[in-house]
């Protein structure tokens, strides 16, 4: 085996081998230097042995041995090297690689290769930036390994940098409750960071084979008194014995989707699973099926607040390379789209994996060990632009990341706080807690906690609700409230408008309006409780979202996007008949308000009969100003009179 083979396997390694000492240096190095003493030499091949046997105290002491006797004998100080580092113990690898470059750096140029990089993963940067640049001066290395070792140096230089410009945080380890022995992974974190679901990843006796089992279960636990409480299982019966992890839950609790790994029927070795709450059960999972899906591995899904998108970890082709990020979007018919790889400003040639995307969904963090940070899996935050186009990722900072593995985040509902899963303690994955800095804060959102009810009975209804952007007329959120409690969440983005419909078979249909434009900073979440009236004679509702030219009855296009629900509204109670009432306020005379208001109500008539309403469902009338609903003696009053009302027959 020659030296430029050698790199050839070399470049494919991030740590040292022993392969190079065991077969390598005996071909090169001795046969030039028959002055060394027979002792040592006797001693280094017996060091060989005992390393091949996986004897590496008595290798390192027949070693010591030898470079006692002989300083100057570079071999001895090279396999010393590999053996503290296969050890891991990087302090003593280094001092020995360093030995050995002092007495001839010619003798085995990559030795400076493997050093830089064990300076590089004991967080020594700037040293390892030097290692890296000294090692580039070697004529006597080939284009592939240099192409590695400039990579590295670009590395050291990122972690360098981002030892000496850190993030100013606290960062708090949950309590013993939480974190354990094992490994624990943070899965969500509530509004005011006062509930947690994390997953505990335990490891099982195994006496069929020396391999390990490992059973991945999710926990939740809230917080009293600035503590975390005992975490309790979630009630999964389906779980039992089967490898399940890596989940997300919905915002509003009524979903989680998850990793399933070898289940029967599944599609990949690990693929994708959604499971929903009804009734306080959670329900029989569903495989999000091949549109999702594929024969290779997807894991680590997150969905997102306003249940849009689905983001996930995938080894399939198609990508930059190991696991990339892909995403997929919930169609109309309820299944999931095709995914898409995020691209290049997210995904490397490396692994990127854990994607966490805020309410606002133009905040998006995920680890990598692909782009340059502090060592290992770092994590990276990625903001879409006004265009839809994700910005290039970068590094959260120091002292969130660290040397060791940072693997995901996840932030609170409020987007306040967030938690991390590190092994920054070297035993095992832990969560730490901290609040939002300026480098990862996301836009501000407002949560609409929202509930329907019966108005007769206060028993919950099931029904859509439509929240539509004023402006353009584009349907931002479709959801159910759930039938069991009434329950649904919206996302609203602040400095907006939108329309409100809540559709339901039996009832009159809502149409509302809510401006957010002046959203105050503490008013993250709204709450309200719609009361549904039950369809009967004489029941009216008004349309709120219909807008006229001025003085005239000629529709804006805008107010299409509200008789389009209307149309749905009416397919759905198919049996139901309505008068359109026109109304207006006092401006103008008599005759000329009722001409008005008749015509506008003829035109929502026309609107919805050209529409393939039956005309013998639909009247209309006009009433002037003559029913007033608020004080015509201001403009916000003028404005709820001119309003259309449809009426039950």
Same mark, same amino acid.
Not at 82 to 97: F, M
Not at 386 to 408: L, R
């Given at each position: 085996?020659?030296?430029?083979?050698?790199?050839?396997?070399?470049?494919?390694?991030?740590?040292?081998?022993?392969?190079?000492?065991?077969?390598?240096?005996?071909?090169?190095?001795?046969?030039?230097?028959?002055?060394?003493?027979?002792?040592?030499?006797?001693?280094?091949?017996?060091?060989?042995?005992?390393?091949?046997?996986?004897?590496?105290?008595?290798?390192?002491?027949?070693?010591?041995?030898?470079?006692?006797?002989?300083?100057?004998?570079?071999?001895?100080?090279?396999?010393?090297?590999?053996?503290?580092?296969?050890?891991?113990?990087?302090?003593?690898?280094?001092?020995?690689?360093?030995?050995?470059?002092?007495?001839?750096?010619?003798?085995?140029?990559?030795?400076?290769?493997?050093?830089?990089?064990?300076?590089?993963?004991?967080?020594k940067?700037?040293?390892?930036?030097?290692?890296?640049?000294?090692?580039l001066?070697?004529?006597?290395?080939?284009?592939?390994?240099?192409?590695?070792?400039?990579?590295?140096?670009?590395?050291?230089?990122?972690?360098?940098?981002?030892?000496?410009?850190?993030?100013?945080?606290?960062?708090?380890?949950?309590?013993?409750?939480?974190?354990?022995?094992? $490994?624990?992974?943070v899965?969500?974190?509530?509004s005011?960071?006062?509930?947690?679901?994390?997953?505990?990843?335990?490891?099982?006796?195994?006496?069929?084979?020396?391999?390990?089992?490992?059973?991945?279960?999710?926990?939740?636990?809230?917080?009293?008194?600035?503590?975390?409480?005992?975490?309790?299982?979630?009630?999964?019966?389906?779980?039992?014995?089967?490898?399940?992890?890596?989940?997300?839950?919905?915002?509003?609790?009524?979903?989680? +989707?998850?990793t399933?790994?070898?289940?029967?029927?599944?599609i990949?070795?690990?693929?994708?699973?959604?499971?929903?709450?009804?009734?306080? !059960?959670?329900?029989?999972?569903?495989?999000?099926?091949?549109?999702?899906?594929?024969?290779?591995?997807?894991?680590?899904?997150?969905?997102?607040?306003?249940?849009?998108?689905l983001?996930?970890?995938?080894?399939r082709?198609?990508?930059?390379?190991?696991?990339?990020?892909?995403?997929?979007?919930?169609?109309?018919?309820?299944?999931?789209?095709?995914?898409?790889n995020?691209?290049?400003?997210?995904?490397?040639?490396?692994?990127?994996?854990?994607?966490?995307?805020?309410?606002?969904?133009?905040?998006?963090?995920?680890?990598?060990?692909?782009?340059?940070?502090?060592?290992?899996?770092?994590?990276?935050?990625?903001?879409?632009n006004?265009?839809?186009?994700?910005?290039k990722?970068?590094?959260?900072?120091?002292?969130?990341?660290?040397? +060791?593995?940072?693997?995901?985040?996840?932030?609170?509902?409020?987007?306040?706080?967030?938690?991390?899963?590190?092994?920054?303690?070297?035993?095992?994955?832990?969560?730490?807690?901290?609040?939002?800095?300026?480098?990862?804060?996301?836009?501000?959102?407002?949560f609409?906690?929202?509930?329907?009810? $019966?108005?007769?009975?206060?028993?919950?209804?099931?029904?859509?609700v439509?929240? !539509?952007?004023?402006?353009?007329?584009?349907?931002?959120?479709?959801?159910?409230?759930?039938?069991?409690?009434?329950?649904?969440?919206?996302?609203?983005?602040?400095?907006?408008?939108?329309?409100?419909?809540?559709?339901?078979?039996?009832?009159?249909?809502?149409?509302?309006?809510?401006?957010?434009?002046?959203?105050?900073?503490?008013?993250?979440?709204?709450?309200?409780?719609?009361?549904? !009236?039950p369809?009967?004679?004489?029941?009216?509702?008004?349309?709120?979202?219909?807008?006229?030219?001025?003085?005239?009855?000629?529709?804006?296009?805008?107010?299409?996007?509200?008789?389009?629900k209307l149309?749905?509204?009416?397919?759905?109670?198919?049996?139901?008949?309505?008068?359109?009432?026109?109304?207006? $306020?006092?401006?103008?005379?008599?005759?000329?308000?009722?001409?008005?208001?008749?015509?506008?109500?003829?035109?929502?008539?026309?609107?919805?009969?050209?529409?393939?309403?039956?005309?013998?469902?639909?009247?209309?009338?006009?009433?002037?100003?003559?029913?007033?609903?608020?004080?015509?003696?201001?403009?916000?009053?003028?404005?709820?009179?001119?309003?259309?009302?449809?009426?039950?027959?």
């Amino acid at each position: 085996m020659n030296l430029k083979r050698l790199e050839n396997i070399i470049i494919h390694l991030i740590v040292p081998t022993a392969l190079w000492l065991l077969f390598v240096i005996p071909l090169h190095s001795f046969a030039q230097k028959s002055e060394v003493n027979k002792k040592v030499l006797k001693w280094y091949h017996q060091a060989q042995d005992a390393y091949k046997k996986k004897e590496g105290e008595k290798a390192l002491v027949l070693l010591s041995r030898a470079t006692k006797k002989d300083t100057s004998f570079i071999e001895g100080w090279l396999l010393k090297a590999e053996i503290y580092s296969s050890e891991g113990n990087n302090q003593k690898a280094i001092a020995a690689y360093r030995h050995a470059l002092d007495i001839n750096p010619d003798f085995f140029p990559p030795a400076g290769y493997f050093m830089g990089n064990l300076l590089l993963s004991s967080g020594k940067y700037s040293q390892a930036a030097d290692a890296f640049r000294e090692f580039l001066t070697n004529n006597n290395i080939s284009p592939a390994l240099k192409a590695k070792a400039t990579k590295q140096l670009v590395w050291a230089k990122a972690g360098k940098k981002l030892m000496e410009n850190p993030v100013f945080v606290t960062i708090k380890k949950a309590n013993s409750l939480i974190n354990t022995t094992e $490994d624990e992974y943070v899965n969500y974190l509530s509004s005011n960071n006062q509930k947690l679901v994390f997953t505990r990843k335990v490891k099982l006796p195994n006496t069929e084979t020396s391999r390990d089992i490992y059973r991945e279960q999710f926990y939740e636990s809230v917080k009293q008194d600035s503590n975390w409480q005992q975490p309790v299982t979630l009630n999964l019966p389906w779980a039992q014995n089967k490898n399940v992890g890596a989940m997300s839950l919905t915002a509003d609790g009524k979903d989680i +989707y998850f990793t399933g790994c070898r289940w029967p029927g599944s599609i990949g070795r690990c693929d994708l699973y959604n499971s929903h709450l009804k009734n306080g !059960t959670w329900q029989i999972p569903v495989n999000l099926g091949k549109s999702v899906n594929s024969p290779a591995w997807e894991s680590q899904p997150f969905v997102s607040a306003d249940g849009k998108y689905l983001l996930f970890a995938s080894t399939r082709p198609g990508g930059y390379g190991g696991s990339d990020i892909w995403m997929s979007v919930k169609l109309k018919n309820n299944q999931w789209s095709s995914p898409v790889n995020l691209g290049d400003s997210i995904n490397t040639s490396g692994n990127e994996m854990a994607p966490s995307l805020y309410a606002d969904n133009k905040t998006l963090v995920f680890s990598s060990d692909g782009h340059p940070g502090l060592g290992k899996q770092d994590l990276f935050i990625a903001r879409k632009n006004s265009a839809g186009i994700w910005q290039k990722a970068e590094n959260i900072g120091y002292p969130v990341n660290t040397k +060791y593995n940072e693997i995901n985040l996840i932030y609170s509902l409020n987007g306040k706080y967030a938690a991390i899963s590190s092994d920054r303690e070297q035993h095992n994955f832990d969560i730490y807690e901290i609040p939002v800095y300026p480098k990862i804060k996301p836009e501000r959102i407002l949560f609409f906690h929202g509930k329907v009810i $019966d108005k007769k009975t206060g028993k919950p209804v099931s029904a859509q609700v439509i929240l !539509t952007d004023v402006t353009t007329g584009l349907k931002l959120s479709i959801r159910h409230s759930a039938p069991d409690d009434g329950t649904f969440l919206m996302i609203m983005e602040p400095r907006q408008t939108y329309a409100f419909n809540i559709l339901s078979k039996g009832y009159l249909m809502l149409s509302d309006k809510y401006s957010v434009e002046n959203l105050i900073s503490d008013s993250l979440h709204i709450t309200k409780t719609f009361r549904l !009236t039950p369809i009967k004679q004489g029941g009216r509702f008004t349309l709120k979202n219909l807008y006229f030219e001025t003085d005239s009855p000629e529709l804006k296009g805008k107010s299409f996007f509200e008789l389009n629900k209307l149309i749905t509204y009416l397919n759905l109670n198919p049996s139901l008949k309505l008068e359109i009432r026109g109304h207006t $306020d006092n401006r103008g005379s008599t005759k000329h308000n009722l001409s008005l208001s008749r015509q506008r109500a003829k035109a929502v008539y026309d609107y919805l009969t050209a529409h393939n309403i039956k005309a013998e469902r639909l009247s209309y009338s006009g009433y002037g100003a003559s029913q007033p609903v608020a004080d015509n003696s201001t403009s916000e009053g003028k404005a709820k009179n001119r309003r259309v009302e449809l009426i039950v027959k």
